[in-house]
């Protein structure tokens, strides 16, 4: 395994931003992994674990540490249990199971990223979630070098958010996933219908790090606003992050060569030599005008690194 030396952290991610890292390497397991940890103590730098890249934006002037990029590519079938290593792409790991005649998931077809990403964040779209096929997650303790497993209750998953969130010293190397007996040809056609629907929706193939800020918790007076303007109940008190942007006229906005979507104004899309420069100060814009026309706070949903 070789550890690389400023290294270009752009071309890790969908978003094509960032510096160079100080230290990079690639985990294709846990040994991996555990000399990579060591490598960062023993040169007191801080260390970041990445995935998929799809929902992060380094900074410009990049990462003094070591990147770890986890390339845990481990795949088993039991049954209907899918074991999944953490750094298998989620379209894959659905692609794989679907030959398996495994499915019932395929609502998730198309979000960018790894396996460890998305139990990482509760990924989830068209009403499915990590959390409804979740079984169990074999992950490392950085700190001490335990293994530990960890199952559904553990993980305290809610809406983007999971235990893992709080805890970065905790690194995911593989998950089980309980999916349903299906067949091929019908879960094949529903991965594609899935995808077909996300590039109607301008939400796949795009430079950019997903949504950026996460659907803020809003007073009753939004969320009836919200209920008058799409006709949809919001859940647990959340309305879309874009809604309120595309109110605030952040739709379209654009600093330098970042743009806020036009059908998704909390995309923050990537449209030539943006940099995170840019995007930082299209958040700021954007945070701003939403607190200061509707007093609501945003919080990112994309991780920050290096700034
Ligand atoms: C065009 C586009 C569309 C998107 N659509 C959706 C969508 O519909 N629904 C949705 O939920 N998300 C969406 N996203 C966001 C993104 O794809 C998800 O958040 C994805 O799950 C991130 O996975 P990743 O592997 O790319 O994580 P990364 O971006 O690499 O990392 C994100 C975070 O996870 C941590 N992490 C990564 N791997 C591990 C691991 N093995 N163990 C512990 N921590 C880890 C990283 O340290 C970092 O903090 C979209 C993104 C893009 C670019």
Not at 30 to 59: I, P, R, T, W, Y
Not at 66 to 86: N, P, Y
Request: proline share 1%; with cysteine; hydrophobic share 40%.
């Amino acid at each position: 395994m070789e550890i690389k030396e400023n290294f270009s952290l752009k071309e890790l991610t969908t978003f094509d931003i960032g510096g160079q890292a100080r230290y990079y390497g690639h985990a294709m397991d846990c040994g991996d992994l555990k000399k990579l940890l060591q490598f960062a103590k023993e040169q007191n730098v801080a260390f970041f674990v990445l995935g998929g890249g799809s929902n992060v934006v380094f900074s410009d002037s990049g990462f003094d540490g070591l990147i770890i990029h986890i390339g845990i590519d481990t795949f088993g079938i039991d049954q209907d249990v899918v074991t999944v290593g953490a750094g298998v792409g989620l379209l894959d790991f659905l692609r794989r199971a679907a030959r398996a005649d495994l499915g019932g998931f395929s609502g998730m077809a198309g979000i960018p990223g790894s396996v460890g990403g998305a139990v990482r964040g509760n990924a989830g779209a068209f009403g499915q979630e990590i959390k409804d096929v979740f079984v169990s997650a074999r992950v490392l303790h950085t700190l001490t070098g335990e293994l530990v497993e960890f199952d559904l209750a553990m993980c305290d998953f809610g809406y983007r958010h999971s235990f893992f969130k709080e805890h970065s010293e905790y690194v995911i190397l593989e998950a089980k996933f309980a999916l349903t007996k299906s067949h091929e040809t019908e879960i094949a056609a529903e991965i594609e219908k899935t995808i077909s629907l996300r590039e109607e929706k301008h939400i796949q193939g795009i430079r950019s790090a997903g949504s950026f800020f996460i659907n803020p918790v809003v007073g009753e007076e939004l969320q009836e606003e919200f209920f008058r303007d799409k006709g949809v109940r919001s859940r647990g008190g959340r309305v879309p992050a874009g809604w309120l942007l595309d109110l605030a006229g952040l739709s379209h906005k654009r600093i330098g060569d970042i743009q806020a979507g036009e059908m998704h104004a909390n995309y923050f899309i990537n449209v030539g030599e943006g940099n995170s420069d840019q995007v930082m100060q299209l958040s700021s814009l954007a945070k701003t005008r939403v607190r200061d026309q509707y007093g609501v706070k945003l919080a990112e949903e994309v991780q920050l690194v290096g700034f």
